[in-house]
């Protein structure tokens, strides 16, 4: 059986449609997970990551886990004992999704330092381990649904500066390999989109997936900070507008790792557009 957490979120959901349509045992949990998250014969349980003694009953049986790495709760994770309960429940192998910014912004606390802290407790779990960092996800456009649906506008800073989003279906079908399949263990992958795309050419892609102009605004810094404040706490926004706006060499850079994993090449970020229009109609 595998356990897959998070499971409501944009990888984790595919990730747990892949597994049950591939016929496996699954089950899938989350915070607030209900019966109709998941397809009919996965089994769905609430639980949170941060009370690894809740897991235990989740994790009971399993031979594989998915661990997301919490997101904005991570700091509150103690991923020694989740890892242990997963151990004790029978686990062997885990799968963590963690993030580009491990590598790549190491010393910011909101994407370097926790999630690398739950990277060294997984690689010091004595379990098989993947790590799986990927950089910019395709599915962050969702930010911009509400505004292409009223207005048929999407406002972002920094328009000409090109990130190779990576579609989470992708990372789900990455994780899936991992979790099922031998030679993945002791191995990081970093996964991206085939090629860098900017917000400027992400509007038009999500125009050409509806079938209608979408207008590209281009907000300053400042004004994207303010807008930020609404949901993110301030060292978080200050990391994510250099990201977005300076990135490093290593986030621009497109990854071989899900073309060598899987063998075809990433999904682009129109092709997540296309998948995804209704979100924006």
Do not use: C
Request: net charge negative.
């Amino acid at each position: 059986m595998i356990v897959v957490t998070g499971a409501t979120g944009n990888v984790g959901g595919a990730l747990v449609r892949m597994l049950a349509a591939d016929g496996g045992r699954v089950t899938a949990t989350s915070r607030n997970i209900s019966a109709s998250d998941v397809p009919d014969g996965v089994r769905h349980v609430r639980a949170d990551l941060t009370d690894a003694d809740g897991l235990r009953p989740v994790l009971d049986g399993a031979d594989a886990l998915f661990l997301q790495n919490g997101g904005p709760s991570a700091h509150l994770i103690d991923p020694h004992a989740l890892l242990d309960a997963a151990k004790a429940g029978g686990v062997r192998r885990v799968v963590l999704l963690s993030t580009l910014g491990v590598a790549t912004r190491p010393d910011s606390v909101s994407h370097g330092v926790v999630a690398g802290a739950i990277e060294d407790a997984v690689r010091a779990s004595g379990l098989d381990w993947t790590i799986l960092r990927p950089g910019n996800l395709a599915s962050n456009a969702y930010a911009w649904a509400e505004s292409v649906r009223a207005h048929r506008t999407v406002a972002a800073p920094f328009g000409d500066v090109g990130l190779p989003a990576v579609d989470p279906s992708d990372i789900a079908v990455v994780g899936a390999a991992a979790l099922r399949a031998d030679g993945h263990a002791g191995r990081t992958y970093e996964l991206t989109g085939p090629a860098p795309v900017t917000p400027r050419r992400q509007a038009e892609a999500i125009g050409d997936a509806i079938g209608e102009p979408v207008r590209f605004v281009e907000l300053t810094r400042e004004e994207a900070r303010a807008h930020m404040r609404a949901f993110m706490p301030e060292p978080v926004i200050e990391t994510t507008l250099s990201i977005l706006g300076e990135p490093t060499e290593r986030e621009r850079r497109v990854s071989p790792d899900v073309e060598d994993v899987l063998g075809r090449a990433p999904r682009t970020f129109a092709d997540w557009a296309r998948e995804h229009a209704p979100a924006f109609r």
